[in-house]
């Protein structure tokens, strides 16, 4: 009788859980049955392989230690240091064998981390808190990682995600809530900001957000987001998804160059962004690729690839080479593209990533031919053992 129970009631979770599923599926085809682009290409597409080499590690190594990196949302690779940010959380690791990450330091920090840029001996935290803000850590001694001041963003930005990236004296900052923010890091105990740059006022624009960022050859490069209200009698909501560049040539001067977008119905989040030579690729958190070329400011071009039906979660490059991962609640895929020919990315292989159920992956960064993700169940290192 106990066992007769036992079945009805795995019988009947499973039930409940492909109804769940289903639900959500039909969902997602609904609001991506909205609308098509004619010129999105589906090229890539190809059953994920199982994967070879796959490392499932906590770090620290100690099984049983309290504190494992669970919940690792920022990591950036530099040489053969690994920096990962775990909330409020910031270690060093040693990955001269990469397979094995050796813990060199831990640094606990008073604000959960969300961004990480590393450059001459300093890491340059970005901060999703009641808070935002960026810190900044002194890692030349790795094994003794000194905070060494920190800047609070000013304007709003409560509990809005930091993004950031850093060239020479200066650091550049967006937040899901807009704007860019020049911080000067010349005196790294004081950092201090000399500019923010805001979009002109629209009157139908009801919010701006700021995605990612990067910067090359004095110009920087926003993933940016607008929500409009069309107010009539029946308001019509929409959204750009766009990139925005910015001139910083003269950093306490910043000038908008232009705000390029497209305007489809519903395409999630962009989810990541990296940077190819003159090429931008956008992850969308639905189903899409976008490849920019942004070798003419003035003809900025986008080409968007589908991927039917999967989650887009983060971006790394690595040679002639595109990662992209995606995360459903069950399935987690770790893709690897060709970017041979810039403007259309062709997938070589892909890996299946073994997480729990309700686990998902935050970030990607490739080194050599390994692969480390950080994932809300920890820090996976993951074997490439396919190559264009």
């Known amino acids: 009788m106990f ?7 795995l019988v009947f979770s499973l039930g ?15 609001q991506d049955g909205r609308h098509h682009p004619p010129d999105v290409t589906t090229n890539l597409y190809q059953p994920p392989l199982t994967s070879q080499g796959l490392f499932d590690i906590y770090l620290p190594a100690v099984p049983n230690k309290f504190e494992s990196l669970s919940n690792a949302k920022a990591i950036f690779i530099e040489g053969n240091r690994l920096y990962v940010g775990k909330e409020q959380i910031f270690r060093i690791y040693d990955i ?3 397979g094995q ?5 831990t640094l606990y920090l008073d604000h959960v981390i969300h961004d990480i840029y590393v450059q001459t001996g300093y890491a340059y935290l970005g901060f999703a808190n009641s808070l935002v803000r960026m810190a900044i850590i002194d890692v030349t001694n790795a094994s003794a990682p000194i905070e060494m001041g920190s800047y609070a963003v000013s304007g709003p930005g409560a509990l809005a995600d930091t993004y950031l ?4 004296e200066y650091a550049y900052l967006t937040t899901n809530h807009g704007g860019v923010q020049i911080i000067d890091i010349s005196s790294p105990s004081s950092p201090d900001r000399v500019a923010t740059l805001n979009r002109s006022y629209s009157p139908d624009r009801i919010e701006t957000r700021g995605r990612g960022i990067l910067i090359k050859d004095s110009k920087v490069y926003v993933a940016w987001e607008e929500d409009y209200c069309g107010c009539g009698f029946i308001p019509q909501y929409y959204t750009l998804y766009g990139l925005l560049i910015v001139d910083v040539s003269t950093p ?3 000038l908008e160059i232009s705000f390029y977008t497209q305007n489809y119905p519903y395409y999630g989040d962009i989810a990541d962004m990296v940077m190819r030579e003159e090429y931008i690729y956008m992850a969308m958190s639905s189903y899409q690729l976008w490849s920019w070329d942004i070798s003419d400011h003035g003809h900025i071009s986008v080409v968007p690839t589908a991927f039917p039906g999967f989650q887009f979660v983060d971006l790394a490059t690595s040679g002639t080479s595109l990662y992209l991962t995606a995360s459903y609640p069950i399935t987690h895929t770790l893709y690897q593209l060709d970017i041979t020919i810039p403007e259309t990315p ?11 159920i309700t686990h998902t992956i935050n970030e990607v960064e490739i080194k050599d031919d390994y692969a480390y993700l950080a994932t809300t169940h920890g820090l996976y290192v993951h074997f490439l053992n396919s190559s264009p």
């Open 101 to 105: 990450p050796v813990e060199l330091s």
């Open 165 to 168: 990236t850093v060239a020479g």
């Open 252 to 254: 306490t001067a910043p």
């Open 3 to 9: 066992k007769r129970i036992l079945i009805v009631l």
């Open 16 to 30: 409940i859980g492909s109804v769940i599923m289903l639900g959500r599926g039909a969902i997602y085809a609904a």
């Open 96 to 98: 001269s064998n990469p």
């Open 346 to 356: 062709v997938q070589v292989t892909s890996y299946s990533i073994s997480l729990p």
